[in-house]
């Protein structure tokens, strides 16, 4: 009778945390990939851009907005030819046809500089059956966040362009399924070796 009772009490034990984890989708991981950023969301970046008047703003006023490439890790300083790139992808492109500007910034060749902001915020949870997912024969995880692009063109400390643009809202849904479970991956790993 003893020997029954140690047997039944982890049997009894594993089958009462199979049927706890059987539905509990919150032991799966989530993960979160956000772009150091004054900003929270994409209305607090839009709002801060739209204080900005082309000619008339200075890099000190930029700076009290946050917008500093020395301070705000997520600003990419682009030189002259950065900008030519970015404006004139090829030679058939004809200036005359841009803004004004950017006219203005090519001009000015050297003695013009811009600022490229790139922000986002992306938050994936993993949703779902646990047994499918930890044992990888269904994945599902949901994505959602937002994204912010802006360009400033600064010549002699002035702004003389702006321009921003990006994904107010982001919601992705992605889904694996793999039949074979934890066992799909080890043919590809066997012949790529």
């Known amino acids: 009778m003893t020997i029954t009772r140690k047997r039944t009490r ?14 509990c989708s919150a032991l799966l991981p989530r993960g979160e990939t956000v ?7 994409f209305e607090d970046a839009q709002e801060t851009f739209d204080r900005i008047v082309p000619h008339q703003t200075t890099v000190e006023e930029l ?49 013009c500089k811009g600022y490229e902001v790139d922000q986002k ?41 702006k321009l921003t643009g990006g994904q107010p809202v982001i919601h992705e849904h992605e889904e694996n399924k793999n039949p074979l479970g934890p066992l799909q991956g080890i043919g590809e790993s066997r012949i790529f070796r």
């Open 10 to 23: 982890p049997t009894l034990i594993f089958g009462l945390g199979v049927v706890l984890l059987a539905g």
């Open 35 to 41: 772009a150091d950023s004054p900003w929270e969301n």
């Open 63 to 111: 700076r009290a907005l946050k917008l500093d490439p020395m301070q705000n890790p997520n600003i990419t300083l682009l030189n002259y030819s950065d900008v030519l790139r970015r404006f004139i992808p090829s030679p058939s492109t004809n200036t005359e046809d841009l803004d004004s500007g950017v006219q203005e910034c090519i001009r000015a060749k050297t003695a």
């Open 121 to 161: 915020s992306l938050k994936r949870r993993r949703y779902g059956n646990f047994w499918a997912d930890f044992l990888n024969f269904k994945r599902k995880v949901d994505i959602v966040g937002w994204r912010f692009n802006g360009v400033i063109l600064i010549k002699d400390d002035v702004v003389v362009y």
